[in-house]
């Protein structure tokens, strides 16, 4: 911890010329977070199943660049957005957790996304390719302003493309107005030596919609949290996740999803892939405040262990003060149906294909909820690769044999 | 469904049918919580030097920890100082020593009325009932009854002081083994201070002919009660066990940590009944009990069976996890629970199996019922070791919501470390459907009555699995601690 507090002491000034007002602004607060509450340890409750202190340990370089090139339709660096957009910066976040604080400290630019009220007919692709012979620590920072009765599909993709060790911090805030809707997809296809922290922060008006997609394909320690806050009347949200883990690979979902007004639903499904020694965690949580009536919510986890070694750590929780809902969650942890696989090998498809399709079957689910027809069909081809060990940063690496 | 009708209001000023107070003498210690209580409290209860050393060693490690505080619940600050640790209705004040416990006939007469009063069969008379009961009122065991029964197939059922005194070698092996006094904060305070309870034991192939029983109850001001209850089944035995309890009203918070340990061997079934009706405070949310009590069972032997069946109407809080450790290989453990709070009660209850054994079993059924202001949470682990090949978990937890200011939540934990283990949960939350009331309603049922037909068809499937004078007990209070509060 010490690293990093000696570290902003040294740049703070570099920081605070190359960024912005708005971000200037929450710097102290952030740094008294950080510093009081250090790294979360596992006693704290959203942190159980992550090593932060570990994961932040190593002696990263630390990127401390502004976002360059020409930025796509729509997407803005923070100093050229709207004020009233920009002085949404870190409102949405939960300023109290420290990994976001700090984030906050550090981020020197932030990647608007506005986009006001009409279609965008294409996806909106931002890419993130982390590239560098050093250990590198980057801290992302992403907000997305979607005005009255906005619509797009936002697709994130994070990349390792050298071998050395990456520390992502990534925070993204979305504000949601009125009748907006917004599809957001984030893919991971890293290496065994990323980290990854990644906290989103949604706020939804009334009669939204949201659906959000987290796929970790590769990885190395990855800890996503997602937490929604449901605060207009007749909004929906849809919660997705994919996770295919294999060798020592580690990936912590942590959900929480508010239900503040009546008559909002959610749902969320969470598909887990374990094979090796790889750990999974997987916790969420639906709160339905008091007054929140007709609620609906259903929150399913489902889990694969394909071998001994593997874990999993499952915890769907749901807090409810409001009487007239309708909420329910399940969870599984299982292996493959034998019956199924003997069917196969009966009709002579190999075990270790009739396995692949049985996996492949499992997690296929998740990948069909997606809306955005392109990414589904890139996906369905990206699961079977992986899943083959063909992915191809799995390919020339030397890192995983 | 409006608050309005007077159904409510008649039940929910429904008094606590067990809030008397007896009068009888009791031998009180001075309040507060010290080495010198402690070596007292063996001292009073003539125990062997290797029980103090226990005893000694739980205070001293409960003086390095703190109070948990994780739980779904708003606890009162217990001063562990403001309460005594022994009070003995027995022994009409004449100090330590003494003989205690021989004195069948020299019971105080209001204690009689007491038990008789909760309708607790302690006379011969009464042995229609078929039970055999060990009645515990604040640190002592007041009667044992059917004993010499008992004796006769070789089983023992006493309290557990006595157990100390005839059968030091049992009660020395078993004490502790299933839970430690390192195990938790209050099972810590328990083996410090832990007064009275029951003992049984079942020898090798025995089936226990009767319903063994302890009724607990609270009477004395400011006391806390600390029971240990202990069962052991040896090989190819059984043993069916109930527990019930009530308390009087009083305005203060009154503190009930008991440990309940249970040795299951190799093909033996325990079954272990509970319904819980400590005073659950007024409806301004004063007062009542503060449950806060360590239940686990440890199933060793191969083949061995273990089912906890709770009903858990009373207590301000309820903060327990009856539990189950399967290492016997094929062993198969229950759990089915009740726990219904009304006004300002608060519930964090649960289970935890912890399969270690190879191709253990466990089932989970919940069942929470909230009305009022209060606030009932179901809170289970089902953690699945490397070794546990085959085992199979299902756990189903459902709560109801009966009007809009109470909270029913669900934290399941399950940790899986091996890949030949099924482990299912499945969850829901709602309130009592529109369709089911209407179809009632349809059929000239009033709605009060509907509801209340509901709820018990709700929890039937609990109900169920109690012995079955227990089943018309519980089926009564939740009669009691519900109806009244349906909006």
């Known amino acids: 911890m010490k690293q990093y507090l000696d570290f902003y002491d040294e740049v703070r000034d570099v920081i605070a010329a190359r960024s912005c007002r708005e971000m200037n602004d929450e710097r102290e607060k952030a740094l008294q977070t950080f510093a009081s509450q250090g790294f979360p340890s596992k006693k704290t409750e959203r942190y159980r199943y992550a090593d932060v202190e570990a994961d932040f340990a190593p002696n990263y370089g630390i990127q401390l660049a502004q976002l360059g090139g020409t930025l796509p339709p729509h997407c803005f660096r923070i100093a050229e957005a709207e004020p009233r957009v920009r002085a949404l910066y870190n409102k949405v976040a939960d300023t109290a957790d420290s990994i976001v604080a700090l984030n906050t400290m550090l981020s020197v630019d932030t990647l608007v996304v506005h986009v006001p009220g009409t279609r965008v007919e294409h996806p909106i692709q931002i890419s993130n390719i982390l590239k560098g012979e050093q250990d590198t620590m980057v801290c992302r920072r992403i907000l997305i302003v979607m005005d009255k009765l906005a619509e797009a599909d936002i697709i994130i993709t994070d990349r390792a493309a050298s071998q050395s060790r990456f520390l992502t911090n990534q925070v993204i805030e979305v504000v949601m107005d009125e009748g907006s809707h917004l599809s957001l997809y984030e893919v991971e296809e890293t290496h065994l030596l990323c980290t990854r922290y990644s906290s989103v922060f949604v706020r939804q008006g009334a009669n939204c919609s949201l659906h959000h997609s987290s796929l970790t394909l590769f990885n190395g320690h990855t800890r996503n ?68 009536q007709k609620t609906s919510s259903q929150e399913t986890n489902a889990n694969l262990l394909a071998t001994r070694t593997a874990r999993m750590y499952t915890q769907p929780m749901l807090e409810i003060y409001a009487d007239d809902v309708k909420c329910s969650h399940g969870s599984t942890v299982g292996q493959m149906d034998e019956a199924a696989l003997f069917y196969m090998r009966q009709r002579g498809i190999d075990e270790r294909e009739a396995r692949l399709l049985l996996k492949a079957a499992f997690i296929t689910e998740v990948i069909e909820n997606i809306p955005l027809e392109s990414l589904r069909d890139r996906l369905h081809v990206l699961v079977d690769k992986r899943l083959r060990g063909e992915l191809s940063k799995c390919e020339g690496c030397k890192l995983c044999k | 469904m409006e608050e309005k009708n007077s159904f409510v209001r008649e039940v929910a000023e429904k008094k606590y049918e067990y809030g008397f107070t007896t009068d009888v003498e009791t031998d009180i210690i001075e309040k507060g919580l010290s080495e010198d209580v402690v070596r007292l409290i063996s001292r009073k209860k003539g125990e062997p030097d290797w029980l103090l050393e226990f005893r000694l060693n739980a205070y001293r490690y409960w003086l390095t920890l703190e109070q948990p505080t994780w739980g779904h619940l708003k606890m009162p600050d217990i001063d562990y100082q403001a309460i005594s640790y022994y009070a003995d209705p027995t022994r009409k004040g004449q100090g330590a020593g003494g003989k205690g416990q021989e004195g069948e006939k020299e019971i105080d007469p209001e204690l009689m009325k007491t038990f008789d009063k909760l309708g607790i069969p302690l006379e011969e008379r009464m042995a229609l009932a078929g039970t055999a009961v060990d009645a515990v009122m604040d640190s002592v065991s007041v009667k044992t009854t059917f004993r010499e029964k008992l004796k006769e197939k070789g089983i023992i059922f006493c309290s557990i002081s006595e157990a100390v005194r005839e059968h030091p070698d049992l009660v020395r092996e078993y004490l502790g083994s299933v839970v430690p006094y390192r195990d938790n904060y209050f099972a810590a305070l328990n ?34 009660q600390f029971e240990r209850t202990l069962i052991v089944c040896d090989d190819d035995a059984y043993v069916s066990y109930l527990e019930g309890c009530t308390a009087p009203m009083r305005d203060e918070n009154q503190l009930h940590a008991a440990i309940v340990e249970i040795v299951v061997k190799e093909r033996a079934e325990v079954k272990y009944s509970t319904v819980q009706n400590w005073y659950p405070g007024d409806s301004e949310g004063k007062g009542g009990v503060l449950n806060l009590v360590t239940k686990r069972g440890h199933l060793r032997g191969r083949d061995s069976r273990l089912s906890w069946t709770q009903v858990e109407t009373g207590s301000a809080i309820t903060w327990k996890y009856p539990s189950c450790v399967l290492s016997g290989d094929g062993s198969q453990a229950e759990f089915y629970s009740v726990a219904v709070t009304n006004n300002f009660q608060q519930a964090d209850t649960g289970t935890k199996m912890i399969h270690l054994g190879k191709n253990t079993r466990s089932t989970i059924i919940s069942k929470g019922i909230s009305a009022g202001r209060s606030q009932n949470a179901y809170r289970g682990l ?106």
Do not use: W
């Open chain 2, 382 to 487: 089902v953690k699945v070791a490397p070794t546990a090949d085959g085992a199979r978990n299902y756990s189903s937890c459902d709560s109801l919501l009966l009007g809009s200011h109470c909270g029913a939540h669900t934290f399941p934990y399950m940790d899986v470390h091996n890949e030949t283990a099924v482990v299912e949960h499945e969850a829901t939350t709602s309130k009592i459907s529109e369709d089911q009331l209407f179809y009632l309603n349809q059929r000239g049922i009033n709605t009060e009555e509907a509801v209340s037909l509901i709820v018990n068809g709700y929890a039937k499937e609990v109900i169920n699995k109690l012995p079955m004078e227990f089943a018309v007990e519980a089926q009564k209070l939740l009669g009691v601690s519900l109806e009244g509060s349906v909006g």
């Open chain 2, 191 to 224: 083996s410090a201070v832990f007064s009275d309870g029951s003992f049984v034991y079942i020898p090798k192939g025995v089936r226990c002919p009767m319903e063994l029983s302890t009724y607990f109850r609270i009477n004395a001001r400011g006391t806390g």
């Open chain 1, 225 to 292: 949290r997602i937490d929604v806050q449901l605060q207009g009347q007749g909004s929906e949200v849809t919660l997705g996740g994919c996770i295919i883990a294999d060798k020592m690979q580690h990936v912590d979902n942590n959900t929480l999803i508010e239900h503040l007004v009546p008559n909002c639903l959610s749902r969320e499904l969470y598909k887990y892939v374990l094979d090796d020694s790889a750990v999974g965690a997987f916790a969420g949580k639906v709160l339905v405040h008091e007054g929140a």
